[in-house]
T-cell receptor, first 112, second 119 residues
Framework: KQEVTQIPAALSVPEGENLVLNCSFTDSAIYNLQWFRQDPGKGLTSLLLIQSSQREQTSGRLNASLDKSSGRSTLYIAASQPGDSATYLCAVATDSWGKLQFGAGTQVVVTP | GAVVSQHPSRVICKSGTSVKIECRSLDFQATTMFWYRQFPKQSLMLMATSNEGSKATYEQGVEKDKFLINHASLTLSTLTVTSAHPEDSSFYIC???????????????FGPGTRLTVL
């Protein structure tokens, strides 16, 4: 059974620092990996999707890498801002229909 | 584009009543929709996969007679929590996969969630 782990569970950084969020998964047979942002009491906002054949994706200040063989993905957020404060979730697609297995998330606080 | 709505956003009901939650894809058609629940401070847990025109597929441990799913059209799926009890109180989130998305791409778009509180 696929298990997704996110470390750390919580992270607090001063504004301007770079953020590094880690995600690991136990079964390398994934279709893709997605990073999401969730604000308190809200739904999910998709940040980046990496196909199983890709090694990284970039969007603005965000960069996500994927190493399938080692079962790891890392989300980098450059020059963090207070508006980046949220919970970040990673999820792997475990079948062709898109069924997602989520990690528990990393709660990020960026202090001004 | 790719907006998914949920209604209601928040509902409070008495124990024993049934509650229906709607999930709509507003600007695309979705053959497949997913229903998740999220307890406080925890991650999303997949409850079921909803396919238009066929029966939903439930994850292990999810009671299909308690959580009724109907995917009647390519833009609407409903989740009915029957005879709700306080332990059913949770945040329910749906997602929809565009019909035109290649099977290898699998991008999903999530609704804003529905907060259910059962008294």
């Amino acid at each position: 059974k696929q298990e997704v782990t996110q470390i750390p569970a919580a992270l607090s950084v001063p504004e301007g620092e770079n953020l590094v969020l880690n995600c690991s998964f136990t079964d390398s047979a994934i279709y893709n990996l997605q990073w999401f942002r969730q604000d308190p009491g809200k739904g999910l906002t998709s940040l980046l999707l990496i196909q199983s054949s890709q090694r990284e994706q970039t969007s603005g200040r965000l960069n996500a890498s994927l190493d399938k063989s080692s079962g790891r993905s890392t989300l980098y957020i450059a020059a963090s801002q207070p508006g980046d404060s949220a919970t970040y979730l990673c999820a792997v697609a475990t079948d062709s229909w898109g069924k997602l297995q989520f990690g528990a998330g990393t709660q990020v606080v960026v202090t001004p | 584009g790719a907006v998914v709505s949920q209604h209601p956003s928040r509902v409070i009901c008495k124990s024993g009543t049934s509650v229906k939650i709607e999930c709509r894809s507003l600007d695309f058609q979705a053959t497949t929709m997913f229903w998740y629940r999220q307890f406080p401070k925890q991650s999303l847990m997949l409850m079921a996969t909803s396919n238009e025109g066929s029966k939903a597929t439930y994850e292990q441990g999810v009671e299909k007679d308690k959580f009724l799913i109907n995917h009647a059209s390519l833009t609407l799926s409903t989740l009915t929590v029957t005879s709700a009890h306080p332990e059913d109180s949770s945040f329910y989130i749906c997602s929809a996969r565009p019909e035109t998305a290649p099977s290898s791409y699998n991008e999903q778009f999530f609704g804003p969630g529905t907060r259910l509180t059962v008294l």
